[in-house]
């Protein structure tokens, strides 16, 4: 296993890492939400 390196990922690469968590987090919201209100509406 190779060893920690504090700062080694390019900034670059981590803001990319993190707009794609963002995008991630923000479909599953929708995705739940939208289950949500179709068992409210059907009653499931």
Known sequence: MTEHEHGSMSIRDHEKTFEGFIQF?????????????????FGA
């Open 25 to 41: 987090t923000k479909r599953s919201l929708v995705v739940i939400l939208f289950l949500v209100v179709i068992l409210a509406i």
